[in-house]
């Protein structure tokens, strides 16, 4: 059974960090596409950034240059560090893993999905 635990989401300031990681159990981290979503109140999901099985990372052109994806093979878990945070970065932030065609923020064609970590950005 495949389980993606997300943590490190909080309420900060505008300009501010936080560094988002996802804990997988049961599904192997580096054999894989995984990526992160969001999802503001009242807005559909967003893709954020995906990285592929070779290392390959794809981000949202809202992000770039500020946001980072990477992952750690041994502890088999997916991280987002997040600077110059702004207020439209508030949502629910969530991990996937296994993509299914694609690697890339605009599909989310992902088999398996995490609860999600919110994160508030104040100005």
């Known amino acids: 059974q495949v389980q993606l635990v997300e943590s490190g989401g909080g309420s900060v300031q505008a300009g501010g960090s936080l560094r988002l990681s996802c804990a997988a159990s049961?599904?192997?981290?580096?054999?894989?596409?995984m990526g992160w979503f969001r999802q503001a109140p009242w807005k559909g999901r967003e893709g954020v950034a995906t990285?592929?099985?070779?290392?390959?990372?794809s981000y949202a052109d809202s992000v770039k240059g500020r946001f980072t994806i990477s992952r750690d093979n041994a502890k088999n878990t997916l991280y987002l560090q997040m600077n110059s945070l702004k207020p439209e970065d508030t949502a629910m932030y969530y991990c996937?893993?296994?993509?299914?065609?694609?690697?890339?923020?605009?599909?989310?064609?992902?088999?398996?999905w995490g609860q999600g970590t919110q994160v508030t950005v104040s100005s």
């Open positions: 996937a893993a296994d993509a299914t065609y694609a690697c890339y923020p605009r599909f989310s064609n992902f088999r398996y």
């Open positions: 049961g599904y192997t981290a580096r054999r894989g596409c």
């Open positions: 990285i592929g099985s070779g290392g390959i990372t």
